[in-house]
């Protein structure tokens, strides 16, 4: 590295590496706490890449394949190297800590948490949180690591030993659920690990999604990190309405600006989340990226970016910090994937954007008692990826081997652009589909270059409401985002499928059917873009061109690499930044639906997947993780 990126790179370090953290740690859940999902690192490089190997594999045993009395696991937590320790959440809510260069087991605290689906399709774990204090005391538990239940119990254990830290709340457990008050009608499920600031913890939640109209509203709690003792909610609905809606929760990661004490967080939807009627009056937060003061949690400003929102188009990741010189000015920035496939980029001080935004109109809603948003914010600079926020159209390949389905099934759809509401007329084609777009992995920045990589999901799905009388009449279940769904309290069930041909399941839309991207932030330009991935179906990998859905994030070195799973072909990879061209991938047991983690140990880099799987994407789950070093 050459001395002027040595300084560029130190320069950041403010911005971009946690307290307590050093250059060649991965202490978070997307490495630092400005979201970056970016290393320093440089051993491993382009020219290099091809020399990786596995240093180690492990199997936790924290399994479940959902043909016993267990739930199916699904697990994309992201490894912690902090501590000089690797540290590890499972789907059965255990912390292994593991040697970051044999992954051989430490210590291991098991929550001994029900094993239940109490929220959620299978058992759903995204990992831990390490804390250290600022001031230590010299005691146990200086260093700490949190680890959520879905039953929502947060459990704090010393990261040295792995025993309980018997002063946070009871013993070492907080009940969360304590403060669900209003339309308790399920726990407060702790999936993703809160955020760790200073001496505070930030805890979001998830719930069940589709099933009720009135749900628990959507709180962040920040909690004492020694104690567990609250300090202050932030809530996202109106007091006067809170009770007949709920949820516009975070229930994904959150970022903070250490600079300027602010906690970004990505708002979803209020509920229920395809039919409106019961919540017309106006909900700024909800489906918004929300700043709030770390300190007392006082909102400074939010930017909706749904208005009434009734696609179920969550804010579903966390925003990315970066700086950027824009027509010659520095400016802080903030840039939000999601799953409309657009992306807002916007001046992190203020909430207000720094490239083209505008309202559009779009279409109204005959639905019963609906009355659906006039306009919606529309971006095009950065430029969307795919070019373009309308469907792809019909695949003549897939039309002509369903005998025509596609085009038929077409015609019976409703379909107005983004934005088209759903309906009771033979359903509405959505596109981007709540499982298409950008997804919860979100994207990665080199602070450097101010490039931001992303990838991104082309999937169409139909969305049919089906009045009350008639919806509980029918017969068939859910899956995990498939099927028939009650919106109980709502006048509308509904039913939400992919596009697909009956018989072969094959898609009615053209591909690529997953892409990656990368923008040039400093002037919106999209730089490069590639489909990514591989769809594998009927035991065979369909030609690379037709792309992969995907879900998980990339990361990227200053090197010049990314490093992503996130595709149903089971492979993890390395991308030449500059190119998006592979260079490097291994095949391992399931899709990696993770992001993964890049740290140095003992002068040697690593990089990380969890392999564990999504229903979303193919069946298969499965318990592996793989570290890669370069050969010895």
Known sequence: MTLLRTAALAALLPLTLPVAAHAQDWPGFHGNLASQKYSPLTQITPENVGDLERAWEVHTGDLSLGNGDLPKTIWSATPVYANDTLYLGTPFYRILALDPATGEERWSFDTESTLEALTQPGLKNRGVTYWEAEQPTGQACDKAVYIGTMDARLFAVDADSGRPCKDFAEGGALDVNQWNTTNNRWPLSLLQPPTAYKDKLFIGWAGMDWQYSEAPPGTVFAVDARTGELDWTVDFIPEEIRAKTGTANVWTAMTVDQERGILYLPVSSPSPNYWGGNRTQEIPMATSVTAVDTESGAVLWSRQLVHHDIWDYDTDSAPTLVDLTVDGERVPALVQSTKQGMLYVLNRETGEPIFDWEERPVPASDAEGEQAAPTQPFVTTPEPPNSSTEWPGIWPLADTLSFGYCS?????????????????????????????????????????????????????????????????????????????????????????????????????????????????????????????????????????????????????????????????????????????????????????????????????????????????????????????????
């Open 408 to 632: 038929r099934r077409l015609e019976e759809l409703t379909y107005e652009g983004l934005f088209t509401p759903p309906n009771e007329h033979g359903g509405a084609l959505i596109y981007p589909g709540t499982a298409g777009g950008m997804q919860w992995g979100g994207g990665a920045v080199n602070p450097e270059t101010g490039v931001y990589y992303v990838n991104t999901s082309r999937v169409v799905q139909i969305l049919e409401l089906f009045p009350r009388a008639e919806y509980d009449q029918m017969q068939g279940g859910s899956g995990n985002e498939q099927g028939l769904y009650p919106q109980e309290g709502a006048p509308y069930g509904f039913s939400l499928t992919n596009f697909v041909t009956p018989t072969l399941g094959i898609p009615c839309w053209k591909p690529p059917f997953g892409t990656l991207q990368a923008y040039d932030l400093n002037t919106g330009e999209k730089l490069w873009q590639t489909p990514f991935g591989a769809v594998q179906q009927w035991g065979f990998y369909m030609p690379e061109s037709w792309g992969s859905p995907n879900i998980g994030g990339p990361v990227v070195t200053a090197s010049g690499l990314l490093f992503i799973g996130a595709s149903m072909d089971d492979r993890v990879r390395a991308i030449d930044a500059e190119t998006g061209e592979e260079l490097w991938s291994d095949l391992l047991d399931v899709p990696v639906v993770a992001n993964p983690a890049v740290y140095e140990h003992e002068g040697e880099q690593y990089v990380v997947f969890v392999s564990g799987g999504n229903t979303i994407l193919k069946p298969e789950v499965s318990d592996q993780v793989v570290a890669y070093r370069l050969k010895k």
